[in-house]
């Protein structure tokens, strides 16, 4: 506590200031949590440890109970009531999380009991302080996973299926596949996203770089219709944005002037736009104004004036945007995966690239994605990944089955004869067995499309008879009264005419069933007006395609009529409707709509039949004609249940159709996953057998230069065969479709259940993913806190009956800052006369350290900081050694290599592509489509990588760790040593209290340290492509100034020279380089370990302190104690328990 602070806070507990370094933040701030401690209402403190002058101080008797009120009972629960409290180690379902959780609250009831006493000294609130800061600081870790896949490979289909939602776009718009984006989880139900936009800058160098494309040697605009061009791309990016400016204007503006033609565009480069909205439909449209291009935005039809502002000519903001961050509440993510949608395609903005490369360094998995087509042509890992990739993954030391996982897409794209054939299934059990099935199936339609057909026929066979019958009772009855009228009747259909004349009656039927039919063909090309008709008939139940202005019997007629042609509507043969249904419903209406007519009007169908067989002279009378009325109407009756009957027949065909339709499809699609998952477990050993030989090309490669003479390639480096890629084979498609995440998307075409897409065992592999992270990072934490909680239930509970002559010795010859007593003018109080001074008096104060006869600083800390700084400098110097010894010779080497193979490189690179291509791949400075300098830079990185992966594979601090724990245990030892008799047994349990507190900081200490290393591993070795680029930036600017006639030639000629003559030095530099970058690496993490031992040397004293450190004896402060060291027991119980807890078989560590 800093001088200042005591003056400024009078009423908190006097606590004596002690030097301090800069950095450290003072302790006891208003609002701190040490200012938050009750006063001690006392003229001043009183220390055990010194001899007052005053009368002497009672202690309290250690074997004494402790007698606490009601209200310390009150006090004591409630930092316990911020944890939960367990009894046994059952009770507990770990989880890594929930084990975090659980701690971290324990942390916050640790510190706020140790609020309540009185700490002594100013460096242990200074280290306890810096403990719980870093305790707290401990959350559960993420795990960043780069996805990486060419356009088309499925990203953003794959990206969205895992996340249960379709927030990422989808949409083919450029900007979705070139945007780095990031999608990461939080707990709110809303998704959030930040849109971060291009600098000025980086606008300005992309502009730059377009305007070349989109102009000629001339300075005449480019033909820029063809977006596969550099102008094509060039245009499509720098219309969107500026859309008022036509091509002819273009060439002749700058970039100033082009930046300033928008003022809007302009204010939002450099900025970063927040999205947060309720759900992804919402989400997509936000976004959307972000990432789409105008012409091909969509709007609503029905608000036309909304789509007539669409088509303005606004700018588009999409090649701008340098990178997007989404949040969102998916289950996937909620362990902490973290996945990174990088670019498909090599993207011509040097901003957004950067951006990939440099999470391609952080990533901790990388998650490879191709169509599964690929894989089974052949075109499978090595291929995907390409040489350059390949290297610089074993170098990043993420070539390896934990690092990198491979995704086959598109499962549900199935061919079966192909797979069939490719893979000789013919034979296979279940397929036959399918097969079988659908073959049956088709066998079954094909049979009841005949009674289909057969029912139709009769049925229409009998309408027939029934409009023949129904003609003959309208005679009949026509017939009928006009006898009763006395009236003459010529009958037509029933004439006398003897059995001579029935053919021709017969014929007569037939005609005028012929014009009947003509009649409806008629009817039916005047459909609307028929419609219209039906519609205003109210005297019907049913419609009718004719009507006559005739009696009710001709109602009926038509009503059947209607029906008949209804029920005989050409269908297709598996295009099901509920016709069938209308017209039983059409059949009951008949029935009770003709039930009156019966009675009436309808006539028999036999009464024809009758005046076949009757005498030709018989005589008609009004008693015969009801009898053959009755006859018809009766025969009409009997073929309307037929009609019935053969309608029925035709229903259940249909309907037996329809579900052998269903069962065939079912059938086909259970064939199509069964060809699908034969095919995956096909790829998938594809896959995983190239991975491995692959990584035995990079070792035997390795084996060979570095000893050609010995070199056998059938000796393995390494159990390939153990080695087991994760090979994921999905269909999203089908699995969105299955859970109906898209609507109006169809059924699926493969697979039908969840689980045979594959996706939600991708789901948890990225829990999978992050198990080690949270396990470690859960029990790295319980071990920090058990030993820190450990320390303080040390000193909050004393050493027992120690002299105080015992203790002033070992504080005289081991404390390292100045006792109590030397305070002798009141600097350190802040009422006291030096206070006027203000900062002067508190500078004083800081240099009152004790120091030994040569004025060097004596105590722990002291001694451990110089022991320290050798220990440091040694392991700095063993580190630069170890980089020298494994990669020196190595990069020499590269370096000729490159050197050597550099002119037929560079010459095939020119080669390999179109003209116009290859002059904008001189004006990006050899990076854009492909990457001259990373070719060129291949076989250098060949040479080292094996060597460099297994430098830093390996424990680069482990004698420098042991190095530490020595100089430590060595001074432990000769505090024991010093201690007297009374201390010996105390001296010694806490100096392995203390060596247990050390080793877990050290340990945490080299976990930063190793990161901090890989971290600048990775970016010296990326480091070789953009030296070399800098290193030809001249040759690629000469090359571009060749114009005119022949011009491209020159170019190739003028850069094949540079590099002719540059290649000695651009290579044997770039080694240098490396060489210099690792040494500088090395320097960086001594002073890293400088400061961290710093901090340990201090932490060492403050726990080897207690021997000699008393506490204070005041009534309350020994109420307080006791209090606090209750709490902390109960803490350390629990701690032990959830350690416990981990370790039983049942804990979860992978949900």
């Known amino acids: 506590m800093s001088l200042k602070e005591n003056r400024g806070s009078r009423n908190a507990p006097y606590v004596k200031p002690e030097p301090e370094e800069a950095r450290i933040a003072p302790l006891a701030q208003t609002g701190s949590w040490q200012a938050e401690q009750k006063p001690v209402v006392k003229p001043e403190p009183v220390d055990a440890t010194r001899l007052p002058a005053d009368p002497p101080v009672v202690k309290p008797d250690p074997a004494a109970p402790l007698k606490r009120d009601a209200s310390m009972n009150e006090g004591a629960l409630a930092p316990r009531s911020l944890y939960k409290v367990y009894r046994s180690a059952d009770e507990i379902q770990y989880v890594p999380e929930n084990a975090l959780k659980e701690g971290l609250a324990m942390v916050k009831a640790l510190k706020a009991s140790i609020k309540k006493v009185d700490l002594g000294s100013k460096m242990r609130a200074d280290v306890w302080q810096e403990e719980i800061k870093n305790l707290l600081g401990q959350g559960a870790p993420t795990t960043m996973i780069a996805v990486c896949g060419a356009t088309g490979a499925g990203k953003s289909s794959i990206l969205n299926a895992i996340l249960d939602d379709n927030i990422v776009p989808t949409s083919g718009m450029r900007a979705c596949t070139a945007v780095v984006t990031e999608i990461g989880y939080h707990k709110k139900k809303t998704i959030d996203g930040d849109v971060s936009f291009l600098t000025e800058q980086e606008w300005r160098e992309e502009l730059s770089v377009l305007l070349d494309d989109l102009v000629d040697e001339d300075g005449n605009p480019k033909r820029s219709t063809d977006l596969r061009t550099d102008a094509g791309v060039a245009w499509s990016k720098v219309h969107a944005v500026y859309p008022s400016i036509d091509q002819e204007q273009l060439a002749r503006m700058t970039i100033d002037q082009i930046i300033n033609r928008d003022p809007k565009i302009a204010k939002l480069l450099g900025t970063t736009k927040h999205i947060s909205t309720p759900d992804s439909k919402t989400f997509g449209k936000e976004i959307s104004k972000y990432i789409d291009s105008k012409d091909q935005k969509r709007g609503d039809k029905k608000d036309k004036k909304k789509d007539k502002k669409d088509k303005d000519d606004g700018p588009a903001y999409w090649p701008l945007i340098r990178q997007v961050r989404v949040s969102c509440n998916a289950k996937a993510l909620s362990t902490g995966a973290i996945l990174v949608d990088l670019p498909g395609v090599a993207d011509a903005n040097a901003a957004r690239n950067n951006i990939a490369k440099d999470y391609m360094k952080k990533c901790d998995c990388v998650w490879i994605l191709a169509p599964i087509t690929r894989a089974v042509d052949d075109k499978t890992a090595r291929d995907l990944m390409g040489d350059a990739f390949r290297m610089q993954l074993m170098m990043d030391g993420n070539y390896d089955a934990n690092a990198i996982t491979f995704i086959a897409t598109k499962c549900d794209d199935i061919s079966c004869s192909e797979v069939i054939r490719a893979l000789n299934l013919d034979e296979d059990p279940e397929l036959e067995a399918i097969e079988e099935e659908i073959d049956k199936c088709k066998t079954e339609t094909e049979e009841w499309k005949v009674k289909k057909a057969e029912a139709e026929a009769a049925a229409h066979d009998v309408n027939e008879q029934l409009k023949h019958s129904r003609d003959i009772l309208k005679e009949h009855e026509e017939h009928l009264t006009a006898l009763k009228a006395g009236e003459h009747f010529e009958p037509k259909l029933t004439a006398k005419a003897g059995k001579a004349k029935k053919p021709a009656d017969e014929a007569s039927a037939k005609s005028d069933s012929d014009s009947d039919s003509e009649s409806e063909k008629e009817d039916e090309g005047n459909e609307p007006q028929s419609k219209k008709r039906k519609n205003k008939s109210s005297d019907k139940q049913r419609p009718a395609k004719k009507r006559k202005p005739s009696a009710e019997s001709d109602k009926e007629d038509n009503a059947m009529d209607v029906d008949d042609d209804e029920d005989f509507e050409v269908e297709d043969e598996l295009t099901f409707s509920d016709d069938d249904d209308d017209m039983d419903k059409q059949d009951k209406d008949k029935d009770s709509s003709d039930s009156d007519s019966d009675s009436d009007s309808d006539a028999e169908m036999g009464s024809d039949k009758g005046d076949a067989d009757e005498e030709e002279d018989e005589e008609v009378n009004p008693e015969t004609l009801k009898t053959k009325i009755e006859e018809v109407k009766q025969a009409i009756k009997d073929g309307r249940v037929q009609l019935s009957a053969f309608r029925q027949q035709r229903k259940d065909a249909v309907d037996m159709l329809a579900t052998l339709k269903k069962k065939q499809n079912e059938a086909q699609r259970r064939k199509n996953a069964f060809c699908s998952l034969k095919r995956s477990e096909f790829s998938k050993d594809v896959l995983k057998q190239d991975f491995r030989t692959g990584l035995k090309d990079l070792d035997d490669a390795e084996q060979e230069q570095k000893n050609p003479d010995t070199f056998d390639p059938t000796v393995n480096m390494r159990d390939y065969e153990a080695i087991d890629l994760p090979v994921f084979t999905c269909s999203a498609r089908d699995y969105v479709r299955i859970k109906g995440q898209v609507k109006g998307d169809g059924d699926p075409t493969c697979f039908t259940k969840v689980d045979d897409t594959r996706i939600p065992a991708l789901q948890e592999w990225c829990h999978h993913l992050t198990v080690s992270s949270r396990s470690r990072a859960a029990r790295n934490f319980f071990t920090h806190f058990n030993t820190f909680a450990k320390n303080v239930h040390v000193f909050l509970k004393g050493i027992g009956e ?250 190739k000629a003028v850069f094949h020279n540079t590099i002719d003559s540059e290649k000695g030095n651009i290579f044997t530099d770039t080694a240098d380089l490396i060489m210099d970058r690792l040494a500088g690496a090395a320097e960086q993490v001594g002073q890293a370990l400088d400061n961290a031992l710093r901090d340990l040397a201090r932490k060492v004293e403050v726990s080897i302190a207690v021997l000699w450190e008393g506490v204070r004896d005041d009534p309350e402060q020994v109420a307080a104690r006791a209090e606090v060291v209750e709490t902390v027991s109960d803490i350390l119980q629990q701690v032990q328990l959830w350690k416990a807890a981990e370790a039983m078989p049942r804990a979860i560590v992978a949900t």
């Open 802 to 1051: 120690v002299t105080e002559a015992d203790r002033l010795a070992m504080k005289d010859q081991w404390e390292s800052y100045a006792p109590e007593e030397e305070d002798r003018f009141g600097i350190a109080s802040s009422d006291g006369p030096w206070s006027e001074y203000g900062d002067l008096a508190e500078e004083l104060y800081t240099l009152s350290t004790k120091v030994g006869p040569d004025g060097e600083a004596v105590g722990v800390a002291p001694r451990l900081e110089r022991e320290f700084r050798t220990v440091v400098a040694n392991s700095v110097e063993e580190l630069q050694e170890r980089f020298k010894d494994g990669l020196e010779e190595k990069c020499r080497v590269g370096a000729a290599n490159a050197a050597s193979a550099a002119l037929e490189t560079s010459d095939q690179f020119a080669a390999s592509m179109h003209w116009a291509t290859y002059r904008a791949t001189l004006r990006r400075h050899g990076s854009w489509r492909q990457d001259l300098n990373v070719e060129l830079s291949n076989p250098f990185t060949r040479q080292i990588a094996s060597s460099w992966s297994k430098v830093f594979e390996s424990d680069l601090f482990a004698s420098f760790e042991q190095a530490t724990m020595d100089v430590i245990t060595e001074l432990i030892a000769d505090v024991e040593a010093s201690a007297a008799a009374g201390l010996k047994e105390r001296a010694k349990g806490q100096g392995e209290l203390c060596l247990e507190e050390a080793r877990v900081a050290l340990r945490k200490t080299l976990d930063l340290v190793t990161e901090a290393m890989n971290t600048q591993q990775k970016e010296i070795s990326r480091c070789l492509a953009p030296h070399v680029q800098d290193q030809l930036a001249d040759g690629y600017n000469r090359a571009m100034e060749e114009r005119g006639r022949g011009s491209v030639a020159r170019q």
